[in-house]
């Protein structure tokens, strides 16, 4: 299945009504895999802050989480595995996989979990097969 395949079949899918607004797979490094023509573009600083919050997590919150140029609130989530942010009605996920991350971006109609949902299940199946 090529990277392209995972955006359009499994993450820019619809659920309960509801779909994300875009979607990518990056890899560690900033190079883009796959992406939804909606996905913004990112900064390398936007990267670098990513991977440091995975490392040493925590260290978004005092300045936010940036995705291509919009900032996010940075709210729970799993310590090196998964950041959450929130901006207004909408927000976005991050799954850190083995060589890539998983990056899912909504809003309303869409809800918080929804999108975590689609996003870390996909992330958790790339883990799974050593991606």
């Not at 359009?8 to 939804?36: F, K, P, Y």
């Not at 023509?37 to 005092?62: C, H, K, Q, R």
């Not at 609130?73 to 799993?78: A, D, L, P, S, W």
């Not at 899912?104 to 050593?130: A, F, H, R, S, W």
Request: proline share 5%; net charge negative.
């Amino acid at each position: 299945m090529s990277w392209q395949a995972y955006i359009d079949d499994h993450l820019m899918v619809d659920c309960e009504g509801c779909r994300l607004t875009a979607a990518a797979i990056i890899g560690h490094d900033g190079s883009v895999w796959a992406q939804s023509s909606t996905f913004p573009v990112l900064n390398p600083e936007e990267i670098t802050a990513i991977m440091n919050d995975f490392e040493s997590p925590g260290t978004l919150a005092p300045t936010g989480l940036h995705i291509g140029g919009v900032k996010y609130m940075v709210i729970q989530g799993e310590a090196g595995a998964v950041i959450r942010g929130k901006k207004g009605s909408g927000g976005a996920t991050i799954k850190k996989t083995g060589f890539a991350l998983i990056i899912g971006i909504y809003d309303e109609p869409m809800t918080p979990g929804q999108c975590n949902m689609i996003v870390e299940k996909i992330g958790d199946y790339l883990v799974d097969q050593g991606l």
